[in-house]
């Protein structure tokens, strides 16, 4: 055999072998999002219920509840940008955070059947968010890494792939 070959062979696979690994990578990312994606609908068809429910009680907290649904009603749009999905989730968040700690001043609310079964409901669509986004993190991370190091990083930016942000909570 051709020393040629054999060399040539080698750098093939070589690149085959990161290319694959950049494609990986970048599908985890891609992956693990989008099932943070379909917890956040689910979060999100929750608050329409929660509103209502307090609607009635809470007369003094307008601005919270218009607040909660106009973000909500932006969030549920299709085909929105990753970076835009996670910058509208801080803001939902932090407005519940506000709602849920209105409805701690109102005694009525807290011993309502129904909110406290979107509370829990909400909680736990929280915790499953929480862990996904930890998960994406690693995998941005990982992904950022790799699209860093040298040579990868030759062959990352032939294939135009850009860093991603993390899911940060504000």
Sequence with gaps: MDIALIITSI??????LMYNSLVNKKKQVENIFTS????LKKRYYLIPNLVVNVKEYMEHEKSVLKKVTSLRTQAIRHNLPQGKIINLDNKITSALTSLMIAVESYPE???NENIIQLQASLNDAEK?????????NQ?????????EM????FLAK?????RKDVFVIA
Excluded: G, H, S, W
């Design 158 to 162: 032939i294939m135009n792939y850009k």
């Design 128 to 136: 499953q968010i929480a862990a996904l986004r930890r998960a994406y």
């Design 139 to 147: 995998a941005v991370k990982d992904y950022n890494n790799t699209i």
């Design 11 to 16: 750098i093939i696979l070589i690149l085959i």
């Design 150 to 153: 040298i040579p990868i990083n």
């Design 109 to 111: 609310l807290k011993v």
């Design 36 to 39: 943070i994606n379909i917890q």
